[in-house]
Each structure stands twice: as structure tokens, then as C-alpha cells.
């Protein structure tokens, strides 16, 4: 996705011209080792660190939006007067700098320090958070910014502290990243946030009157208010012989290192899915040296979620690197070292990962009284029918402004902007959950970016060079911009986003137009991306 904003550029503490930077605009530069950016807003010149606090993004090519600052590679904002952490995926500050301005210079003089507030009359109330993932994170750790005092228990089934899941189908599976990359916040966070983590734990019950969450282990934990974060679980097929020890679900840590040590003494693997999961699964395990097929009924990867420009160049990128597929077919058997497909192939594998999807976990929800229908129903702010429970990730279903209707998204970034939005609510903010969904995969050098929501599409326009590695999708619906997905253009991607927040259709136009006069136009024809590879 590129790379973090390096030390390099002018010294800050040495002093730079006034004339290098414009009305909001930014500059890289540095203080000693620490790569820092300057932005100018409103004639203020403010200092910050220059690389963003979830995977190290260089903010100076993101998007500056009045006094916050968009990473331009998982779409995390920041604040640059305190450095807040503002948008999920991020969930820890950036450092601030002073600056002064003298005899036509900006000089950075040293760090700020920047007091988190306290919320007086909170210390004696309770929030619990069931699920430890995402959303759950998130809201635990806005809480403590925004400065409750209270008590804040997660609960969660996981051995583990909460971790990054994206990464188990991504750069992990792939051996690309350490273990060390996976917590989304340390332990040291949670112990010096009194955050009390009830791990390798279940929530059984939740009586709404009393107020009160059975546990598992049968302790009762009492809560003011509430957050249902419980994710979902992997679909099982109806396969004779998915039970099987060499068949494999991919939806924790364990699980993934189980794949990972089966991969050891493997040489072949069948992936049965071709959506996200499933195609960065059959990415990641090519790329530690396993044979890979992938199953799936579609007749591309990807056709009704992202349409066929997409699915083919996902398609054409995994068979460049030896992937096979075999679409338009189902495994109908396992076998020991066999899977059986639906016209009675036979394909050798070592093993088997299935990635067809998740189904929410609804069922504490349904017994705490909350109203459900395709999801957990909760309004604007992410409270549920039941005073005082807030629902957020993959089982929330919220009133979308945009398509103006419910929907419920599986996405990383999603979970963890609800989690924030709840903490905010929980706390009588009254804030409106209006972000708009955004999620990014990873298939070998391939990165793809999506910002919008369809899932009833009914126009696709294709923009730029798909083998040049630089394009774009719009999406529309009745022609209205649903969604804009781009590879190759981040900056693109952030500013629809910009527009679509505003409900701008008219600026997303704009933005669409300007990227079309500006496309790079490629030296040789393109290839008909609708047809199949040999």
C-alpha cells in the first residue's frame, strides 16, 4: 500500500519558510528521528506526527479536511490541533508539536503535552462490553479518551487479548507479518486503563430489567449501559466430511495458526469460497509455497458483490501466480487426501480452508429482547430496542442515510468506527452514526479499496487501466454514486468519501469527472477483461 512517511525533508527545529506551506495544505519534515508534518488551517500552523498510529501511513498523503487529517490507506483521521485519534482504524493519537513562527520561519520547539479529560459523576458507573474484537475495542478505548471513569469489563470466548483479524487472511497467514503486529492495542493499554478483560469467557444471559450479564464461569457482571459486539461464526456447509481434522474455519488466532502449522508439511490445499476471505486465504497460503485450489459456484470471484472488472482482475492477478480455480462447481465430498467436486472431479489436497461467510450471533441479542430482523435493528445512535443496549460490528443493522434503509456490514473498519460512536452515546454525546463503510483486501501486490455500500448495484462504470494497476468502479443504484472502489488511488478514494459523509452526489460527480480528465492512458490496448484466462 506503500510506504510510512520517511525522516527526511527539512528540520523543523532549525526553521523553514513560511512560503513553503499554503492555506490547507501540509509538509514533511522532521525533529531528530521522528519524521513530523505541518499543516496550515485557518492561518495556523500546527505540528504532528507525520505517520498514522495504525499501520504507519504517511498522513502527508492524505487529505486535509478543515483541522483533521485522512490517512490515505485505511482511512483513519486524526485531529491535528490535539492529535485525537478521531475515525477508527486508528485508536491511538499522534503526537503535537509546538510551533512559532519568527522572522518568516516556522520553527517546531518541542512536544505537547495533551490532558485527557474526566468525566465527573461517572466513577461509579458500569459498562460492560460482550465481544472482544473490533467494536468492542474501540468502544472501550473511547470511553477512557473521552474520560469515563467508571468501570469498563469486556468479555470475550478468546485466549487472547483483542487482535487485528484482518491481518489472520493477510500478511500473517502469508508469514509477511510478526505476531507481535497483531494486537490492536497492548497489554500495557488495558492495564493502565483499568479496561478489566474477562477472557476464555462466554455472556450466557442478560437480564435488561436488572440490568445484570451472566457469565460462564458464573460470575455476574451489572452494567448502566450495554454493548452487544458479538461478531459471528464462520457458515459450515453441509459437507459429508467437513468434520473432519484436515478441514479448516478461519476466524481466530488459533485457527490461523493451525493453518499455519499445517501448511509445515503440506503441499496442496483446497479453498472452498471465492469471496474476500477466501481469495486472500488462497493468496496468503500461495505465497508460503502451497498448491492451491480454490472452489466456488460463482462463475467469477467476487460477481455479485464487486461485479465482473473486478472479479477478472482478481482472477487473472491469483492465476499469474499459479492459483487454479474451479468456478461454477461445489465440493459435494471430503475424502482424507481428495475433495470430490459436484461433476466428480477429484482434487489432490493436503488440507481444506472454507471461507463462505459468516452468520451474525444473534442469539444473546434475540433472548435480551432486542428487536432483530437480518441483524440486531438499532437506531442513528446504535442503541437497540432495549433501553441502555447499544449494538455495533457485524450483527448491528442501522439506518443507512445514504441508501436511506437498514443495512448490516461485515467490515473491520465499520465495527470499530460503531464501537466509537456507542462509546460516545453511552456517555449522552448524541451522536448520529453516519460514516460511511469503507474496507480494504490485500491480494498479493494487489490492494483494492472500497468506499460506499451496494448491494443491489445496477451500473458499473470502469475508469483508468486495470493492467496497468490503476482504476477505478463506480457503482450506482437508480444513478446515484453507491460506492467508488479504486486501486492505484487512494487519494481519489478518500475524497468520495469526503463527499458521499456530506451527501454530496454532486461533488462525488465532480471528483469522478477530475479523475477521468487526469487518467494515465495506457500505452497498449486493454484486454477484454470479460473473458476467462486460459
Request: proline residues 5%; contains cysteine; aromatic residues 8%.
Amino acid at each position: 500500500m506503500g510506504t510510512s512517511a520517511q525522516v527526511s525533508g527539512p528540520d523543523f527545529t532549525k526553521g523553514v519558510s513560511t512560503e513553503l506551506i499554503q492555506e490547507g495544505e501540509t509538509l514533511l519534515g522532521h525533529v531528530g528521528d521522528k519524521a513530523v508534518m505541518l499543516a496550515k488551517v485557518e492561518g495556523e500552523i500546527y505540528a504532528v506526527g507525520a505517520n498514522c498510529t495504525h499501520y504507519g501511513g504517511p498522513l502527508n498523503q492524505g487529505l486535509l479536511v478543515g483541522h483533521h487529517i485522512h490517512c490515505p490507506w485505511h482511512h483513519s483521521s486524526f485531529n491535528v490541533k490535539t492529535g485525537e485519534a478521531e475515525k477508527a482504524p486508528a485508536l491511538v493519537p499522534i503526537s503535537c508539536w509546538h510551533t512559532e513562527v519568527r522572522d518568516g520561519k516556522i520553527f517546531v520547539t518541542g512536544k505537547k503535552t495533551i490532558p485527557r479529560p474526566t468525566l465527573r459523576g461517572t466513577e461509579t458507573q458500569q459498562v460492560v462490553i460482550i465481544g472482544g474484537g473490533a467494536a468492542g475495542t474501540a468502544c472501550a478505548s473511547m470511553l477512557r479518551r473521552q474520560g469515563f471513569a467508571g468501570t469498563v469489563q469486556m468479555v470475550s470466548h478468546d485466549d487472547s487479548i483483542p487482535y487485528d483479524r484482518t491481518n489472520l487472511s493477510k500478511d500473517y497467514l502469508s508469514g509477511n507479518a510478526p505476531e507481535e503486529w497483531l494486537p490492536i492495542l497492548k497489554n500495557q493499554f488495558f492495564q493502565k486503563n483499568k479496561i478489566q478483560m474477562n477472557l476464555r469467557v462466554a455472556a450466557i444471559k442478560i437480564d435488561s430489567i436488572k440490568r445484570q450479564v451472566l457469565l460462564s464461569d458464573g460470575k455476574i457482571l451489572g452494567y448502566d449501559k450495554l454493548l452487544l459486539a458479538t461478531g459471528g461464526e464462520p457458515v459450515k456447509p453441509p459437507i459429508p466430511g467437513i468434520d473432519r481434522d484436515h478441514v479448516f474455519m478461519l476466524r481466530t488466532l488459533t485457527d490461523c495458526r493451525r493453518i499455519i502449522e499445517k501448511c509445515d508439511n503440506s503441499k496442496s490445499v483446497v479453498v472452498i469460497g471465492a469471496g474476500f476471505i477466501g481469495l486472500e486465504v488462497a493468496a496468503s497460503l500461495k505465497q508460503r509455497g502451497v498448491d492451491v485450489h480454490v472452489v466456488a459456484p460463482e462463475d467469477m470471484p467476487l460477481m455479485k458483490t464487486l461485479g465482473v472488472h473486478v472479479g477478472s482482475y482478481l482472477k487473472k492477478a491469483h492465476e499469474s501466480h499459479g492459483v487454479r480455480f474451479h468456478l461454477g462447481h461445489t465440493v459435494k465430498e471430503i475424502h482424507e487426501a481428495h475433495v470430490v467436486l459436484d461433476d466428480h472431479t477429484e482434487i489432490p489436497c493436503d488440507f481444506i480452508v472454507v471461507g463462505v461467510g459468516i452468520n451474525p450471533n444473534l442469539e444473546l441479542a434475540r433472548q435480551a429482547g432486542c428487536e432483530i430482523d437480518h441483524g440486531v435493528l438499532v437506531n442513528d445512535s446504535l442503541e437497540t430496542s432495549v433501553p441502555g443496549i447499544f449494538a455495533a460490528g457485524d450483527i448491528a443493522r442501522w439506518p443507512d442515510p445514504r441508501s436511506l434503509r437498514p443495512i448490516r456490514v461485515e467490515h473491520w473498519e465499520v465495527a470499530e468506527r460503531h464501537g466509537q460512536i456507542a462509546a460516545c452515546n453511552m456517555l449522552g454525546a448524541k451522536v448520529k452514526y453516519q460514516d460511511v463503510p469503507f474496507f480494504w483486501t490485500q491480494q498479493f501486490d494487489k490492494i483494492l479499496c472500497y468506499i460506499g455500500f451496494s448491494d443491489r448495484f445496477d451500473r458499473m462504470d470502469l475508469l483508468g487501466s486495470p493492467e496497468g494497476d490503476d482504476f477505478a468502479v463506480v457503482y450506482y443504484e437508480d444513478d446515484r454514486v453507491a460506492a467508488f472502489l479504486t486501486v492505484g488511488r487512494d487519494l481519489e478514494n478518500l475524497k468520495v468519501e469526503q463527499a458521499l459523509q456530506r451527501i454530496d452526489y454532486n461533488k462525488v460527480e465532480d471528483i469522478i469527472r477530475d479523475y477521468e480528465r487526469h487518467l494515465r492512458k495506457p500505452e497498449h490496448p486493454s484486454p477484454n477483461y470479460f473473458e476467462p484466462s486460459p
